[in-house]
């Protein structure tokens, strides 16, 4: 069973920028697919982003697009996501994903969560 635990979450002015980082054990990180999801208070959680066990592909939502980079290292099982441009909107608890038989864009893909790291983007 994988295990997670993410890091890099804190408090950042609209413009900033974080990197957010996912550890994975216990498992074969190379063959599962890794992504990011989010969720705000009272609000659903939503997928961020995702990367597939090759690297080859990367998936984001559109709310994201060209300031999230999604990336992992399979030599270190360590799953990234490199936020910039941040807006207070990207407030949220950042989840960490795992799926052993997809790319995990939708929640009913993912097998593993992380606990979550809090990112606060203030105006």
């Known amino acids: 069973q994988l295990q997670l635990v993410e890091s890099g979450g804190g408090l950042v002015q609209a413009g900033g920028s974080l990197r957010l980082s996912c550890a994975a054990s216990?498992?074969?990180?190379?063959?599962?697919?890794m992504g990011w999801f989010r969720q705000a208070p009272g609000l659903e959680r939503e997928f961020v982003a995702a990367?597939?066990?090759?690297?080859?592909?990367?998936y984001y939502a559109d709310s994201v697009k060209g300031r999230f980079t999604i990336s992992r290292d399979n030599a270190k099982n360590t799953v990234y996501l490199q936020t910039n441009s941040l807006k207070p909107e990207d407030t949220a608890n950042y989840y960490c994903?795992?799926?052993?038989?997809?790319?995990?864009?939708?929640?009913?893909?993912?097998?593993?969560w992380g606990q979550g790291t809090q990112v606060t983007v203030s105006s």
């Open positions: 216990g498992g074969t990180f190379g063959s599962y697919g």
């Open positions: 994903a795992a799926s052993r038989t997809r790319v995990p864009t939708t929640l009913r893909a993912i097998n593993n």
């Open positions: 990367i597939s066990w090759s690297v080859l592909n990367t």
